[in-house]
């Protein structure tokens, strides 16, 4: 398993909830990582990404709630998510791609999706 992802499940509206996502070093030392989403009946889309060197890029519905981040000694991405909204339930993807913020120029790995629902 090259990405790995974990920590969604059942949570209030207003509360929060971290992701992770464990990824091969060979994965993770040279390309972005990211979170997507795919809600019940709807597409998927992109959340949040960052870069080796920490830049980041978000949704607008994710700015100012959620927070992407890496730890590098450790091949993981983060993703924690505050003031969650009944609207944030979905799959959550990890995914990790040669680029940049914006697009995809090669090589392009996905995890298998991890629920988060938002319910009271």
């Known amino acids: 398993v090259q990405l790995q992802a974990s920590g969604g499940g059942l949570v209030q509206p207003g509360r929060s909830l971290r992701l992770s996502c464990a990824a091969s070093g060979s994965i993770f030392s040279s390309n972005v990582m990211g979170w997507h989403r795919q809600a019940p009946g709807k597409q998927r889309e992109f959340v949040a990404a960052i870069t080796s060197d920490r830049y980041t890029r978000y949704t607008n519905s994710a700015k100012g709630r959620f927070t992407i981040s890496r730890d590098n000694a450790n091949n993981t991405v983060y993703l924690q998510m505050n003031s969650l909204k009944p609207e944030d339930t979905a799959v959550y993807y990890c995914?990790?791609?040669?680029?940049?913020?914006?697009?995809?120029?090669?090589?392009?790995?996905w995890g298998q999706g991890t629920l988060v629902t938002v319910s009271s």
């Open positions: 995914r990790a791609w040669s680029g940049t913020l914006y697009g995809n120029y090669g090589t392009d790995y």
